[in-house]
């Protein structure tokens, strides 16, 4: 089993910018793809962005490519998203998550998120 905890969200006005940090705990984390999803108050949870297991690939959704950039640090066992050029439209809860395969299309564990909230 592995455990998720994210941190770094916040308050930022629009046009700033937040550094999103997912540790996992256990062994493996480097056989996991890592996911980012988010979801907004009254909205379905939606795909961000994802990373492979080396972090040689990565894939991201046409509402943050360009804005946001994954990257992943296995021997500290942790998932990095960095969110630039923010926007009111992006205020979320953000969560990390596993999967066992790349492209990565079921996700196995899900960390409890953090609340990015971007103000106008």
């Known amino acids: 089993q592995v455990q998720l905890v994210e941190s770094g969200g916040g308050l930022v006005q629009a046009g700033g910018s937040l550094r999103l940090s997912c540790a996992a705990s256990g062994r493996t984390f480097s056989s996991y793809a890592m996911g980012w999803f988010r979801q907004a108050p009254g909205k379905e949870r939606e795909f961000v962005a994802a990373?492979?297991?080396?972090?040689?690939?990565?894939r991201y959704s046409n509402s943050v490519k360009g804005r946001f950039t994954i990257s992943r640090d296995n021997a500290k066992n942790t998932v990095y998203l960095q969110v630039n050029s923010l926007k009111p439209e992006d205020t979320a809860v953000y969560y990390c998550a596993t999967s066992s395969s790349w492209p990565a299309a079921h996700y196995d564990y899900w960390g409890q998120g953090t609340q990015v909230t971007v103000s106008s």
């Open positions: 990373i492979s297991r080396t972090g040689t690939s990565t």
